[in-house]
């Protein structure tokens, strides 16, 4: 990647991890039985560690194995001893993601089971051992070292604010051409692949498996694929044409010893003889060791793969990933010329909508975006949307506000689209809603009234987003499952239409402290869900009746285009262009004037 600041400064902070290295050593030591009792938190070896290292072997060689672990896993399962550990919502703790950046990990709940944090065991641990702990817990442990580093003030930031930045000094860095010479002296690349090949990438959602537990990460689809729950193979366009493929095809995948029985996805965009596989989809790592020793090989060469002539049930969400020559997704490049602001104004049977104070809208940049699903899970957990499950994706039933919409283009380019409910100033919903439970208010939102909603689903037929969901059943939350409710959100019931509200909640609460002070909601004050989770800062919210709101500045500049705008919806989610590297701001300039 070119025209791009490598930071040295601020990059991500490895210092303190271990390397496929260290993982070796320990499965030679418990081979060896030099290790008598093993303590593993919050990690899984025995899945994710290549299978050539043995680990899960040598695993049981240890006298004692003690995992300290919040879900169960191939290791706790092959463990003696388990010490359940508190979340990290019950926990104190600090986390250091990169440079120059500390995040404060702080309990918000007392413990719901008879669980203790990983620190406070580690302690206890050191008690027993040595008759003395560096503090009586974890809570103390981590303030003596805060107080150790920092100043009262900076603390007084950290626990108030949840993040300590502190200014790096700026790495300068010498490329020297001796060193460069002996890089490349000693530098023996690898040898070629042989035959088809299986590339293994980490997953988007559960890494390399360590959160396939979890509900929500496997309800979030692929944002590749639109995959949701299930295991696929991608295989290219030119595979699938010489083998015969389809979608949802069933073939036996197999690399020496290694084999696995898994459905097809065909993915445009994959060269031909190039397979792909997330990493959270694997059972046994059949990765091999690099030549380092670090680090492990990221494919498989010489693949076969046979087809078993059966079919897989794979809940692909996506219609369509083609824009069938729509301006869905639009850039620079394709067809656009500027000269909007001149187009004749549609003709209108009623007067517009006014919107005297607020008119509250969106922009999205899409070049911005790269489709990691933040926002989906974001809005997921704010809202109280329901996980309904593989069998209801397999009917088209799913329930998120907010999706993440992959389009492809004939160079096989993956663009995302974030679709929510565009808040249409002509909203096609609204006409046709027989009992008035979804309206235009005077701030220019689509309100939905839910308990005016009967369930005729006539606003989702004429939604032309099809952002619209419908509650099929009553989900019931037994406790403890209730308490992950947002209070602020009314909970909606079986035969009754929801959709995303501009976490209306939120605009309500900015509003109420605008008044208490006698002023209007200033720009920056409403951030929904899926903005302040983006990120890349990729949605931008406020008033755009305000023009020296960001987001007013936004869908005024060259770049802002609104999806299916011909059909005169006027969308109040603006998007942003993808800038071309031929076209610099003073072209975007033009197109404005």
């Known amino acids: 990647m070119t025209d791009n600041t490598v930071d ?13 290295r260290d993982a070796a050593r320990l499965s030679k030591s418990l081979a060896a039985g030099e290790i008598g009792v093993l303590f593993l938190a919050r990690t899984d070896p025995v899945k994710t560690l290549p299978a050539e290292l043995g680990f899960a072997e040598n695993l049981q060689r240890a006298k004692l194995k003690v995992a300290l672990a919040d879900l169960e896993t191939p290791t706790t399962r092959a463990c003696d001893l388990i010490l359940p550990l508190s979340h990290a919502l019950e926990s104190w703790g600090d986390a250091q993601p990169r440079r120059g950046v500390l995040s404060a990990i702080q309990p918000v709940m007392k ?6 944090p990983e620190g406070d065991i580690l302690l206890r641990f050191i008690q027993l051992a040595v008759g003395a702990a560096p503090a009586a817990s974890f809570q103390e442990y981590v303030s003596r070292a805060w107080r150790k580093k920092y100043s009262t003030r900076q603390i007084d930031q950290l626990l108030t604010g949840g993040v300590l930045v502190e200014p790096q000094p700026e790495a300068r860095i010498e490329l020297r051409e001796r060193g460069v010479k002996d890089f490349f002296a000693r530098f023996k690349p690898a040898a070629p692949a042989k035959g088809p090949v299986l590339v293994v990438t980490p997953s988007l959602r559960g890494y390399d498996g360590r959160s396939r537990e979890l509900p929500l990460l496997q309800e979030i689809p692929d944002p590749l694929t639109s995959i949701s729950y299930g295991e696929w193979v991608s295989v290219s366009e ?3 044409g010489r083998w015969g493929l389809r979608d949802r095809d069933e073939v036996e995948v197999s690399a020496g010893s290694w084999k696995t029985t898994i459905a097809v996805k065909v993915q445009k965009g994959l060269p031909e003889g190039v397979m792909a596989l997330q990493r959270d989809l694997l059972g046994t790592n059949p990765l091999k060791v690099a030549a380092d020793g670090a680090t492990e090989m990221s494919y498989l060469d010489g693949v076969k793969l046979r087809k078993t002539g059966h079919r897989v049930a794979l809940p692909i969400l996506a219609g369509s990933m083609s824009t069938h020559n729509r301006e869905i997704i639009a850039d620079f490049l394709h067809g656009h010329h500027g000269g909007g ?3 004749q104004e549609p003709a209108q049977i009623y007067p517009p909508h006014e919107h005297k104070e607020y008119r509250w809208a969106m922009a999205i940049d899409l070049e911005s975006c790269t489709g990691c699903s933040a926002c989906v899970a974001a809005c997921t957990i704010e809202n109280n949307v329901p996980l309904v499950g593989p069998e209801e994706h397999l009917r088209g039933r799913e329930m998120f506000w907010i999706s993440i919409q992959p389009y492809y283009s ?5 663009e995302f689209l974030p679709m929510m409910c565009q808040q249409c100033g002509n909203a096609p919903c609204e006409a046709v809603c027989p009992v008035y439970a979804t309206y235009h208010n005077p701030e220019g939102l689509n309100a939905q009234i839910y308990n005016r909603c009967v369930g005729t689903r006539y606003c989702s037929n004429n939604c032309p ?4 969901r419908f509650n099929w059943f009553d989900h019931e939350r037994p406790e403890p499952l209730s308490w992950m409710l947002n209070p602020d959100i009314f909970t909606r019931g079986r035969g009754v239409m929801e959709k995303c509200t501009f976490c209306v909640h939120r605009i309500r609460a900015a509003k109420d402290a605008a008044k208490d002070e006698n002023r209007k909601v200033r720009d920056g004050e409403v951030i929904p869900a899926c903005a302040q989770t983006c990120p890349a ?3 931008v919210f406020g008033n755009i009746l305000d023009p020296t709101s960001k987001v007013a500045q936004l869908a005024a500049s060259g770049r802002s285009y609104r999806v299916l705008e011909e059909l005169n919806t006027q969308p109040a989610v603006n998007y942003l262009r993808h800038r071309s590297a031929s076209q610099s701001e003073d072209t975007e300039e033009l197109h404005r004037t």
């Open 465 to 468: 987003y099809k952002v619209r």
């Open 8 to 20: 040295f400064a601020t990059s991500q902070d490895f210092s303190r991890v271990g390397t496929l």
């Open 238 to 240: 030119a595979d699938a």
């Open 410 to 414: 004939e160079k096989g380019e993956a």
């Open 111 to 116: 413990p719901i089971y008879d669980t203790r």
């Open 341 to 343: 602001e001149h187009a």
């Open 537 to 539: 800062d990729a949605i």
